[in-house]
């Protein structure tokens, strides 16, 4: 339709005013984009062979000299560690996924601002697989006493996936939860600098000795609450330690950290 005066235009004058002398079919769209309507017809069996919506985008498509668009690239219905690292081996640590964006690696930085993570999603989403991913990055080239691992997995869906060597204790109940956050509280608590540390101590991290502290956390919403055995860590800052967990619904204010993950997992 056109109108008479571009000014009575409600998307606007400007994008009215090319509108002037257009063919039949020419329309202005609400963000100011020209598109052409146009209806197909049937009564060509030469050119359309088949009277289908099908039968006439076949048809457009054929009688197109131009480039065609990008096929639209799916994330795969299944990822599996061992085909993401060979796909990928080049990559470093740590990846975890295949991003919808562009079908590349997810990679987190473990030494990085990335140290702490929370993986949230419903339920059969990956966030186990996700920690499971994390894990075997993290132990790419580590040594026993290099990484060490404190579990807290209240379903025990990560019992025995960390060697023995790399294990530092599991907890799968509250009680042995707490036993276990006392243990790192007071590991943390010794490697904090002291007064007197320099600012190349500080640089180098030289100023304690001991291996990676990696704390993971399975249905962290499992032991959220008044009573979180976690509780004690949060305080603590330590440039030895990483916390990861993974929960169905994480409060907001549980921890300080926080990174979503928008991607395909890897299936361990």
Known sequence: MHLNDPIDSIIGRRAMIGMKGAPVGRALSMDELYSQICLPTFDQPDVIRDNTIEGVVAAI???WQG???PAVRMLPELVTYEQMRTDYDSAPAAIVGIAEADLGPVQFDLDGGQRHIIVVGDSQTGKTS???ALISEALIGKKANEVMFGMFDMRRNLLGFVPPDFLGDYAGTASAAKTLVEGIR?????R????????????????????????VVDDFDMIEGTNNPLKPLVPIPGPSSRYWA????CPPRSWNWSVQLRARTARA
């Open 61 to 63: 498509a054929d009688a």
């Open 67 to 69: 480039g065609g668009a």
């Open 130 to 132: 996700t920690l499971r």
């Open 186 to 190: 007071l590991e943390l608590e010794r």
């Open 192 to 215: 904090l600098p002291p007064s007197d540390v320099t600012v190349e101590q500080l640089r180098n991290r030289s100023w304690w000795s001991g291996p990676e502290i990696y704390i």
């Open 246 to 249: 993974a929960c169905d619904h």
